[in-house]
């Protein structure tokens, strides 16, 4: 059974500082990552893909892959409270097949 | 604006009708999806078309039909439900390559009487 595991929050912090979620996964073919924000009530909405090992940056959000350790990250600086929703980590699994295999989401809450 | 257009938002229907979910994209996209998502859990696969071939079904009941009737447009036909069935119900698609993103639709909040 393919996994992916994320820290199960909620998360909670201060405006303004940076918001550190985390994420890892089972299956070593996995070949592509997503991050997920899924504000209550809403659809998801992809936020960052990253495909290949190092660091991602978009704007305020960078996304970190390490394959060796099968560990994902999404850093997001100078949060807002616009921020303040569910992140879903989704992994690729049986590298390369249309399926995504989803964590169950890491709520977070910025505070202004 | 969404590029993956449900419709209907909301549907509320008895154990006994029939009723049709809708889903259409303009990307281009040859992969199409249906999710359900119950409160505070991830979403959950349902069926995966791909060129417009159903290519994954995850043992879903009968009482869910998918249906694809060209590379834009994508149905679930709904019939017998039951209360546990109450979800919101998911359309994405994607590119085709299990390697690029899904973007997803609005959904529809379905509530089974």
């Known amino acids: 059974q393919k996994e992916v595991e994320q820290n199960s929050g909620p998360l909670s912090v201060p405006e303004g500082a940076i918001a550190s979620l985390n994420c890892t996964y089972s299956?070593?073919?996995?070949?592509?990552f997503f991050w997920y924000r899924q504000y209550s009530g809403k659809s998801p909405e992809l936020i960052m893909s990253?495909?290949?090992?190092g660091d991602k940056e978009d704007g305020r959000f960078t996304a970190q892959l390490n394959k060796a350790s099968q560990y994902v990250s999404l850093l997001i600086r100078d949060s807002q409270p616009s921020d303040s929703a569910t992140y879903l980590c989704?992994?690729?699994?049986?590298?390369?097949?249309?399926?995504?295999?989803f964590g169950k989401g890491t709520k977070l809450t910025v505070n202004p | 604006d969404t590029e993956v257009t449900q419709t209907p938002k909301h549907l509320v229907m008895g154990m006994t009708n029939k009723k049709s979910l809708k889903c259409e994209q303009h990307?281009?996209?040859?992969?199409m999806y249906w999710y359900k998502q119950k409160a505070k859990k991830p979403p959950e696969l349902m069926f995966v078309?791909?060129?417009?071939?159903?290519?994954i079904n995850e043992s879903v009941p009968s009482r869910f039909s998918p249906e694809c009737p060209n590379s834009s447009l994508l149905n679930l036909h709904l019939h017998a439900l039951q209360p546990e069935d109450s979800a919101l119900y998911l359309c994405?698609?994607?590119?085709?390559?299990?390697?690029?993103?899904?973007?997803f639709g609005d959904g529809t909040r379905l509530s089974i009487l």
């Open positions: 994405a698609s994607s590119q085709g390559s299990g390697t690029q993103p899904q973007h």
């Open positions: 989704a992994v690729n699994s049986q590298g390369g097949s249309e399926k995504l295999v």
């Open positions: 990253i495909y290949s090992n």
């Open positions: 299956d070593r073919v996995s070949q592509s």
């Open positions: 078309y791909s060129y417009e071939k159903l290519s």
């Open positions: 990307m281009g996209h040859r992969a």
